[in-house]
């Protein structure tokens, strides 16, 4: 079994989906799609596979494939998973299927001058870019080459272009679709930019260290330059590293995003579909997090520690700020986007927290939040689907007519906020408890943003799913007298339909299960995040425990066990 690819069967079969599909012929759309969520199906196996023989004790990166690729740059085609990768593939594997799912007639809302029948191929179009997004991320995951990393980096952000431009959601206009494709694709490339001097810098540097197999030219061996920063074989000045971890940090914190290099997103997530939405906030974001823990932290150990009490203090502002607009927004789409970028920082300031509890809290955290993600942007997105209004004034008394859907909102609403039992609790506790210990300040500054997803989420539903019915985007709330007079008014708005539960039921599940039960994923990540610890030089802070109080002779001293003794 260990002989066969199993990483180079990962990603190669949905791009193998995507050029099946784009080969159909236009009329067959239906059956397009239908090869669309067969190709995510298999790899979602072939990823269930992967954790099902990962040995958690074992081997720090395994199913390892090593094959030269550029032996004059010694760049290799290097592939490996860790811990922390294996968790990220499986979330990816188990959304895209689901998101292909949900996303069904998406195709449909391809331009908003012209009639579907004008854009034949939409469907091919839409489920192919879906799919090449997710053969870019999963490769993005397990490269263990930084220059083949880099490139699917930012290969990953021309079809997100795409899906964000050419597939609107609901109430979306052209013009504004465009603008926020290309704000999204500007930012991102420019810290892509950035990252490629540091790139190159980090590769000079290699080469000036002697550490390519002929001794002159450099490599871009992950594991080689890792053992060579560990050791300080690398040789650089502080400076120069210092300056090549923000290189790279800065095209991360673009990609993740971090305050304050955040504004493209719910720009962006608005103007787009709910599915490309998703697909961007809980899949390709988790790629900036990603590689702050496993590039940033590992190639530059020094200069991460150095910078870090800056990253947390940006992450602290970016989670307040996030909760904060996020209570101000009437566009339920732009609410649920500004909750992302506070739950963004509080994934970056576990990372940073350099302990153990942090960083199993971050990694966990985002396996969490793009499941609860998911699932209160897709319902938000089958509402709004319902009305064609993103407006929250727009609906009212949903939980009188439309029971599941109004349910599973008001769970996905929950899990947003981390009420206790829900999955994105356990790693929110795991970064405070992670964070307190080394910066107690930025710790309870944090914990402000509990009270404001309270209120957020809270409020939101109150007014969208509580009160009497509104019966047309813009009217008077009304309270009909029974649901006949509800169906003769024609309030639009629809309980869930079984293949909108299909997508749902999993995601509401999978937030229970890991609520209750997250130690088969936490036993997955805690080696890798050790062994990031090692190399970084940092050791969890001993606990805080106060200075025992002498005792004057002949005082009387209560005893844990409620006795006395003198």
């Known amino acids: 079994m260990n002989e066969v690819p199993w990483l180079t069967i990962l990603w190669v079969l949905p791009v193998a989906g995507a050029v099946v599909v784009l080969a159909l012929p236009a009329r067959m759309r239906t059956f397009a799609k239908s090869v669309a ?5 298999l790899t979602l196996a072939v990823a269930v596979v992967l954790a099902a023989l990962f040995e958690p004790g074992g081997e720090q990166f395994q199913f390892v494939e090593s094959h030269t690729w550029i032996p004059a740059f010694g760049a290799g085609y290097t592939l490996g998973v860790d ?18 799912v949900a996303g069904w007639d998406d195709d449909r809302h391809a331009s908003v001058e012209a009639a579907p029948a004008s854009r034949p191929r939409a469907a091919h179009t839409y489920t192919a870019l879906i799919l090449l997004v997710e053969a870019m991320v999963l490769v993005s995951f397990v490269s263990l080459d930084i220059l083949l990393f880099y490139i699917f980096f930012e290969a990953m952000l021309i079809p997100m272009y795409f899906l964000i431009g050419g597939f609107g959601g609901r109430g979306s206009e052209r013009a504004q679709r465009s603008r926020a494709a290309v704000k999204f694709l500007i930012y991102n490339l420019f810290g892509g930019l950035i990252m490629l001097a540091a790139v190159i810098g980090l590769y000079v540097v290699t080469a000036q260290a002697g550490l390519g197999e002929s001794g002159t030219v450099g490599t871009f061996d992950f594991r080689r330059i890792v053992d060579a920063a560990s050791s300080g074989e690398l040789g650089a000045t502080p400076a120069v590293l210092n300056a090549l971890f923000l290189g790279f940090m800065f095209a991360f914190a673009v990609k993740a995003p971090l305050w304050p290099l955040h504004s493209w997103l719910p720009d962006a997530a608005v103007q787009t579909t709910p599915v490309s939405a998703v697909l961007m906030m809980a899949v390709v974001d988790k790629v900036g997090t990603f590689g702050m823990l496993r590039y940033c932290l590992q190639l530059f150990p020094d200069a991460s520690v150095y910078f870090a009490p800056l990253v947390v203090t940006l992450s602290v502002i970016g989670i307040v700020y996030g909760a904060m607009l996020a209570i101000g927004q009437t566009d339920v789409m732009r609410l649920i986007a500004y909750t992302s970028i506070s739950h963004f920082g509080f994934i970056i300031l576990g990372i940073f927290a350099m302990t153990s509890q942090g960083q199993a809290g971050s990694t966990l955290y985002m396996v969490n939040h793009g499941i609860s993600t998911a699932a209160l942007f897709l319902i938000a997105g089958f509402l709004v689907s319902r009305r064609g209004s993103r407006a929250i004034a727009a609906y009212g008394g949903v939980q009188k007519i439309a029971p599941i859907l109004a349910g599973t909102f008001l769970v996905a609403g929950l899990a947003t906020l981390s009420l206790p039992g829900l999955a994105p609790f356990v790693s929110e506790f795991l970064v405070f408890v992670g964070t307190y210990p080394r910066y107690q300040v930025a710790a309870i500054i944090a914990t402000i943003a509990l009270v404001l997803s309270a209120m957020y989420v809270l409020w939101l ?9 509104r019966l047309y985007p813009g009217s008077a ?16 708005i629809t309980d869930l339909v079984p293949r909108e539960i299909l997508v749902v039921a999993p995601l509401i599940a999978l937030l229970i299960v890991l609520g209750i039960y997250p130690r088969p994923v936490l036993d997955v990540i805690t080696p890798a995040v050790d062994h990031t610890l090692v190399t970084v030089g940092e050791q969890d802070p001993a606990p805080i425990v106060p200075p025992e109080t002498p005792v004057a002779e002949g005082e009387t001293v209560v005893g844990s066990g409620g006795g006395t003794h003198k």
């Open 83 to 100: 811990g922390i990768a294996l968790v990220l593939v499986l979330l990816t594997a188990v959304l895209v299927p689901l998101l292909l």
């Open 477 to 492: 709330p009304e309270a009909p007298q029974d649901q006949d007079a509800v169906e003769t008014h024609g309030t639009s």
């Open 37 to 41: 969520v067969v190709a995510g199906l």
């Open 461 to 469: 539903y109150q007014r969208m799913m509580g009160g009497p019915v």
